[in-house]
């Protein structure tokens, strides 16, 4: 047996798993004759016995000394209804905020000459818009797709013209190799 194969099958000699087939005696040959594997038969055998004598930490601090002290009397504040009385309060403040905001008209963005913050309480018209509407931006990729059509079309008649002067110019060398190559014949004979 190979070592590889005997790697996948480490398994069972490690747990003793009962099998008497004649590849276990196989197996337990190459682990004899093999340095390599008994090596990691040995080294999983030593994970085995770490894991059996393992025991789980106690917690730095019991949850049961909190309760304790909560039940004789010491006095402790509530964080939950703390916190949820600021959330509370902090969630209003920022809906009351967004709505002002939506009121007020707001114009909020970030392009290439950085962050611009704009309210005004009616809606007018934009003297400049530094942004692409989607039908703007539609017909500009719409005008870029055709002008690359247009050249992909113009490259590829180019190679085609260039492809049959090439052929064209290959058939008259051949007709004219032909033709001396007949007249040479034709002078031998």
């Given at each position: 047996?190979?070592?590889?194969?005997?790697r996948?099958?480490i398994?069972?000699?490690?747990y003793?798993?009962?099998?008497?087939?004649?590849?276990?005696?196989?197996?337990?040959?190459?682990?004899?004759?093999?340095?390599?594997?008994r090596?990691e038969?040995?080294?999983?055998?030593q994970?085995?016995?770490?894991l059996q004598?393992?025991?789980?930490?106690?917690?730095?601090?019991s949850?049961?000394t909190t309760a304790?002290?909560a039940s004789?009397?010491?006095?402790?504040p509530?964080p939950?209804?703390?916190?949820?009385?600021?959330?509370?309060?902090?969630?209003?403040?920022?809906?009351?905020?967004m709505?002002?905001?939506?009121?007020?008209?707001?114009?909020?963005?970030?392009n290439?000459?950085?962050?611009?913050?704009?309210?005004?309480l009616?809606?007018?018209?934009?003297?400049?818009?530094?942004?692409?509407?989607?039908?703007e931006?539609?017909?500009?990729?719409?005008?870029?797709?055709?002008?690359?059509?247009?050249?992909?079309n113009?490259?590829?008649?180019?190679?085609?013209?260039?492809?049959l002067d090439?052929i064209?110019?290959?058939?008259?060398?051949?007709?004219?190799?032909?033709?001396s190559?007949?007249?040479?014949?034709?002078d031998?004979?």
């Amino acid at each position: 047996m190979r070592c590889d194969e005997i790697r996948e099958r480490i398994v069972d000699v490690l747990y003793d798993e009962p099998g008497g087939s004649a590849k276990d005696a196989e197996l337990r040959a190459h682990l004899r004759t093999c340095p390599a594997c008994r090596e990691e038969l040995a080294e999983l055998k030593q994970t085995r016995n770490y894991l059996q004598i393992w025991k789980d930490e106690t917690p730095l601090r019991s949850v049961a000394t909190t309760a304790r002290r909560a039940s004789a009397g010491h006095r402790m504040p509530a964080p939950s209804v703390f916190s949820w009385r600021y959330l509370r309060y902090a969630a209003i403040a920022a809906i009351a905020v967004m709505c002002l905001l939506a009121i007020a008209n707001t114009h909020v963005s970030w392009n290439k000459e950085g962050f611009s913050f704009r309210a005004s309480l009616f809606a007018g018209h934009e003297a400049e818009k530094d942004y692409y509407t989607k039908q703007e931006l539609r017909d500009l990729l719409e005008q870029a797709l055709d002008d690359t059509e247009s050249r992909v079309n113009e490259t590829n008649f180019m190679m085609m013209q260039r492809m049959l002067d090439t052929i064209e110019q290959d058939r008259w060398m051949d007709l004219r190799y032909v033709r001396s190559s007949g007249t040479q014949n034709r002078d031998k004979n």
